[in-house]
């Protein structure tokens, strides 16, 4: 227990509080079992850790402790927890618990039974997909972290405070907004973030970034998919090529039975694994609007996850209009809209507002017929009208 109370405080002491994400506003503190989950890379270990240092108790009241540390080789969970309480613990923060076989139910015994411990834990964006021993969901409060919005890169990396809009406060005063931003260039740092900006640690070694990314991809595949499945060295490889093949497509609307033939896998696994990889944040899946959404029920497109991704996974030049795709469906699904597929135009947010994603000179003629229409136009810095520039949806969280 010792050696854990001094690797917690070496970590702690080495946290900055400079930078805080509103996300940890969205938490609520008081649950006694919250979980945050997301995919690797997006930032969870440094929430935890803030959370624990602006909590400024003494040392032997709270405890950081990873799941992955070859202290548990020989040690379990449940009885490091019960020696941290003996001592005067009472805030647990734990972090990879997906790395730890039982995690889920040791846990559940000590919420059950110790109603003075409080726990934060940390996990893959998987979990929720995993078949668990024990059912957590009527007792953790769970919260998915995504990576940084272009509004919270500005303040990260330049120090530009902006607040978050809602959608209608978006589509009612963008040009103000872009009005207040063109002072700084908002072309020049959107392309930054669109390179480097969406997972918070680019700001350890920028210039590795992208090989940094690579490896968190191969990892995510590799190792957190191996929970849900058992995956050997040809699967990985298919799944690289799939992802791979996504990074140079234009806006990708799958036939699966040919891109089933072209990797080698049958229809309902490749579809399956779309699913798997949805939930790694390695892509995203998009539907008609309307459609159902069954287990096998193929996507009306795919897209990678975020844009730092297809400058991680390609060498060859970059699909424009499939990162600003990637970019816009992202934004807006971390900041809690539903997007689809529009019968007409590209995607339908919410059931009710239908958006044209293109570039400066991108026309309304698609949707020029269609009330609460508009078109998020990149390569523009002030918006008029229903033109919103694409990087202002970025702002949403």
């Given at each position: 227990m010792e050696i854990l109370k001094e690797k917690s405080a070496i970590v702690l002491a080495q946290i900055g509080m400079d930078f805080q994400r509103d996300f940890l506003k969205k938490i609520n503190w008081q649950s006694r079992l919250i979980g945050l989950l997301g995919a690797r890379g997006a930032g969870k270990t440094t929430l935890l850790l803030q959370r624990m240092k602006s909590l400024d108790l003494p040392a032997d009241e709270c405890l950081y402790i990873t799941l992955d540390d070859l202290y548990f080789a020989n040690h379990t969970l449940a009885e490091t927890i019960e020696s941290f309480r003996k001592s005067g613990g009472k805030y647990l923060f734990i972090d990879e618990v997906h790395?730890?076989?039982?995690?889920?139910?040791?846990?559940?015994?000590?919420?059950?039974?110790?109603?003075?411990?409080?726990?934060?834990?940390?996990?893959?964006?998987?979990?929720?997909?995993?078949?668990?021993?024990?059912?957590?969901?009527?007792?953790?409060?769970?919260?998915?972290?995504?990576?940084?919005?272009?509004?919270?890169?500005?303040?990260?990396?330049?120090?530009?405070?902006?607040?978050?809009?809602?959608?209608?406060?978006?589509?009612?005063?963008?040009?103000?907004?872009?009005?207040?931003?063109?002072?700084?260039?908002?072309?020049?740092?959107?392309?930054?973030?669109?390179?480097?900006?969406?997972?918070?640690?680019y700001k350890e070694d920028?210039?590795?970034?992208?090989?940094?990314?690579?490896?968190?991809?191969?990892?995510?595949?590799?190792y957190d998919l191996a929970f849900i499945e058992d995956i050997d060295k040809q699967q990985v490889h298919k799944i690289n090529q799939l992802l791979s093949s996504l990074s140079m497509q234009v806006p990708f609307k799958p036939n699966v039975t040919e891109l089933s033939k072209t990797i080698g896998m049958g229809r309902n696994t490749l579809i399956q694994y779309f699913h798997y990889l949805e939930k790694a944040k390695l892509i995203q899946m998009v539907y008609l609007e309307g459609k159902g959404l069954g287990p096998l029920e193929k996507p009306g497109k795919l897209l990678l996850d975020n844009p730092n991704l297809f400058h991680a996974l390609s060498t060859k030049p970059k699909n424009d209009g499939s990162i600003r795709e990637s970019f816009f469906v992202n934004q807006l699904r971390n900041a809690g809209y539903t997007v689809d597929l529009a019968k007409k135009g590209d995607f339908v947010v919410n059931g009710e507002h239908i958006f044209e994603v293109g570039g400066a000179k991108k026309r309304f003629d698609q949707i020029a017929d269609i009330i609460n229409a508009y078109i998020a136009a990149d390569d523009i810095e002030i918006g008029t009208g229903n033109r919103i520039p694409l990087w202002l949806f970025g702002f949403l969280y």
């Open positions: 790395k730890y076989d039982g995690w889920a139910r040791e846990i559940k015994n000590v919420y059950d039974f110790y109603k003075d411990i409080h726990i934060v834990f940390t996990g893959s964006s998987i979990i929720e997909m995993l078949d668990l021993e024990v059912d957590l969901s009527r007792r953790a409060h769970v919260y998915q972290l995504p990576g940084l919005s272009f509004r919270e890169f500005l303040a990260f990396e330049h120090e530009l405070i902006f607040p978050a809009l809602s959608l209608d406060e978006l589509l009612k005063q963008h040009e103000t907004v872009g009005r207040k931003m063109n002072a700084h260039k908002p072309l020049k740092l959107f392309d930054e973030y669109l390179l480097y900006g969406y997972y918070p640690f920028r210039q590795s970034y992208l090989v940094q990314l690579t490896n968190v991809v191969n990892l995510t595949i590799s």
